[in-house]
Structure formats: C-alpha cells, structure tokens
C-alpha cells in the first residue's frame, strides 16, 4: 500500500540593497554596494543571482548560486562616480535578484532602489585684462580679455560675462564649462573724449 502525502512548498525572494562604504563622494570616488539576497520560501532556490542595471557597475559577485530555504547571502558590486553624476547631485539605481525552485516558475523579487547623494560645489572665477594699461588719444582701440574658469564640481551651462561699461561679451569660445575648464572672451572699447577727461 502506498501513501502520498503532500507537502506544502512556498517560494520568495528578498532583495534589499545597501551602500557599505563611507562618503562623502565626489567625481571618481568609489561607492561600494551590497545586495543581501534571502530566500523566504520552503524549497532550496538554484540558479539565484543579482541583477543591476546601473552602467559602469563592476561585476556583482555572489558567494554561491544556490541558496537553501531559510538562507541568505550577501552579493556585492562597486560603482565609479562619472561627472553626469556630480551633475545630477546623485547616483540613482534599483536591483533585483531571481532564482529558480526545483518546480514552478522563477522567483524575482521587487527592485531594491538606492539613492546616494553626491557632493556638488558651484563656482566660476573672473579675470579680466587688456592689451594696454594707458590710453592718451580719442580713437584709440582697448582690447579687453575675459577669462572665466568653472572652479566647481558641476557642469556650468550658458555662461556668459557682463562688463558694467561695454554690456553684455559676446564672442566666448565655449558656452559650457566642466569643472576646471574656462573660455575666454573678448571685447574692445574705442577711447572717446569722456574718457580722457575722467
């Protein structure tokens, strides 16, 4: 005589993702990331991995492919801070992890989002020459140079350059500006009499 009894078989997956390295960060720093994958169900997962699609995510490593019921893991990846991050102010991403049980369809979890700040700092410095230092004749020509540096962290877009007496410089080599780069700008002023008589 045969007996079959039936046992009841669950299947879940948890992922939560998790930064595990320390700020602040910045253009080029590192953030590393840690993916704690759990299997909640009843039944021994095989085939479990993590899945994220953030570019320029290293390989994530985890310490094992399958993961009996009850058990968990710890997967982990490291991301490189680009500049269209500094600009953003973050690094904004979400994981998800699957497996596969002895019967049935695959488990996936929900996306585990992470959102890590970066630090932005503004700033654009201003110096500003001219060919000559002396003028003495109505007519004569001053040729002004503008040279304006982004000192900040950020991407700076439409720049331009006011000078209280000539209006606003036209004629910039660049009109946007990554952090460290400057443009130059250029205008001229015609001395008249009012300025001889200053």
Known sequence: SVVDTTITQTTGLTLVKSVTSTGPYALNSVISYSFLVTNTGTVDLTNVSVTDPLAGLSAITCPATTLAAG?????????????ADVNAGTVHNSATAGGTPPTGPAVTTPPSVVDTTITQTTGLTLVKSADKSTYAVVGEVITYTYKL????????????????KLGTI???????????ANTTCTATHTVVQLDLDL
């Open 71 to 83: 058990a968990n893991m710890t997967c982990t990846a490291t991301y490189t801070v680009k500049q």
């Open 149 to 164: 540096t982004n000192s900040g962290t950020v991407t700076v877009n439409t720049v331009s350059v006011t000078d209280d």
């Open 170 to 180: 036209a004629g910039c080599t660049a009109a946007t500006l990554l952090p460290g």
